[in-house]
């Protein structure tokens, strides 16, 4: 049973707690939302949830929760933020990490901080406290979104009962995220185009 806890998470509280979770984690909160996602996909490969609503429950808990963060952020600055923050394990040097990573790379680093933990979390605070427009923030956030949601879903779905080896896989080879993300993004797309050909013949 992936961490425990999560799987019976998911059946009691079902897409509402998948969308609670995803939120929470794109704000700031260290909740397993990247977790959570996998296997509410892989369950739903068995049948117990519809997977487009799945994606679209996470995509939309994912660009709020980096949504309002960036609303935090950029209306209250970093000493408000570090101050409430703190219960939650947002320090300076955390902050300022990712701040420093979005004022180098800006709008590539807000599409794939969702694949890399810190970045994932921090996200939309950090956007906020380091004063990126806000126009270039929330297409960057979607198209993020997008490619993170969809990539973990369409993965999980397809293992559907061994959905679980994904999180495990992943939490061994995260810390080369930056170089493995783009990778899969192109398997992704090379395998949606497949199976909706695969569907028009």
Known sequence: MLHGWVEPFIHQYGLWGLWL???????????????????AAGLAANGLFDIRAVVLV????????DNLGYLIGRTFGR??????GARFGITHERLARVEHALNARGVIVVVFARFVPLLRQ?????????GMHWLRFVIANA??????????SWLAYGLGAHAELLSRFWAWIHPFAWLIVPFWIAV??????????QKRG
């Open 21 to 39: 979770d995803v939120f929470l984690e794109a704000m700031g909160a260290p909740v397993p939302g990247e977790t959570l996602l996998v296997v």
């Open 58 to 65: 996470a995509l939309i808990g994912a660009v709020m929760g």
């Open 79 to 84: 000493p408000v933020v570090l101050a409430k």
């Open 122 to 130: 921090l996200n939309g605070l950090a956007a906020g406290t380091a």
């Open 143 to 152: 198209i993020g979104g997008a490619l993170w949601v969809g990539l973990w």
């Open 188 to 197: 992704y797309i090379v395998g949606y185009m497949i199976l909706r050909r």
